[in-house]
């Protein structure tokens, strides 16, 4: 258990709608990223946050929003959602605000858009 | 562009060999250079981790070897095993910023008795 946790675990929605995705990191870690897995793609990097400000941002669409709150708990927001964002969605957490450093991730959200 | 490439992309291994995955970056900014191990309905975990000072390390049966000259790296598993079948990632890391993982796309691992 890597002591990230990430609720639902599974996910169907169907397309246009809006879905929050929710993520815990581990304690004491200030940092949460978000990547999406996809067969195709591999593991993409979409936003990171650290302490309770956005970061950096990858390839994330402008459908996607997301947002640390001042617990530090992050939720991913994806809207108007189309078929090709059926993927594994996970969260990650370190304690420093960059990468280089170990990261741990949760078990994912898998997200079936139909 | 894809900057950390990754072969090859599935690889099968008699119980007792040894797994070797190979890794080329471009960034030559990269200075964190991590392998992480993904089970089926699990989230990827960090395996053995290397920076560019040191050109190998060892933690029990894993292994990285690095080449800086060459921007490569590289992860071998020795006397593989079954609980090994797993996907491999490698990624990297650094640069201005260093916020983020930047993957290969994945090595399905699989060890046969």
């Known amino acids: 258990d890597s002591g990230v946790t990430q609720t639902p675990k599974h996910l169907i929605t169907a397309t246009g709608q809006r879905v929050t995705l929710r993520c815990s990191p581990r304690?004491?870690?200030?940092?949460v990223y978000w990547y999406q897995q996809s067969l195709d793609q591999g593991l993409q990097f979409l936003i990171q946050?650290?302490?309770?400000?956005?970061?950096a941002k990858g390839n994330i669409l402008e459908r996607f929003s997301a947002q640390q709150f001042p617990d530090l708990h992050s939720e991913l927001n994806l809207s108007s959602l189309e078929l090709g964002d059926s993927a594994l969605y996970f969260c990650a957490s370190s304690v420093q605000g960059q990468m280089n450093t170990e990261a741990f991730f949760g078990q994912g959200t898998r997200l079936t858009v139909v | 562009q894809q900057q950390v490439k990754q072969s090859p992309q599935s690889l099968i291994v008699q119980k007792g060999g040894i797994s070797i995955i190979n890794c080329a970056y471009e960034?030559?900014?990269?200075?964190?250079f991590p392998w992480y191990q993904q089970f089926p309905g699990k989230g990827p975990a960090l395996l053995i981790a290397?920076?560019?000072?040191?050109s190998e390390k060892k933690e029990g049966r894993f292994t990285i070897s690095f080449n800086k000259s060459a921007k490569q790296f590289s992860l071998h598993i020795m006397d593989s095993q079954p609980g090994d079948s797993a996907t491999y990632f490698c990624?990297?890391?650094?640069?201005?910023?260093?916020?983020?993982?930047?993957f290969g796309k994945g090595t399905k691992l699989s060890v046969i008795p």
């Open positions: 290397i920076r560019p000072d040191v």
């Open positions: 960034n030559t900014a990269f200075d964190y």
């Open positions: 946050y650290y302490n309770g400000e956005e970061r």
């Open positions: 990624a990297a890391s650094g640069g201005a910023g260093s916020y983020q993982l930047t």
């Open positions: 304690s004491g870690d200030l940092s």
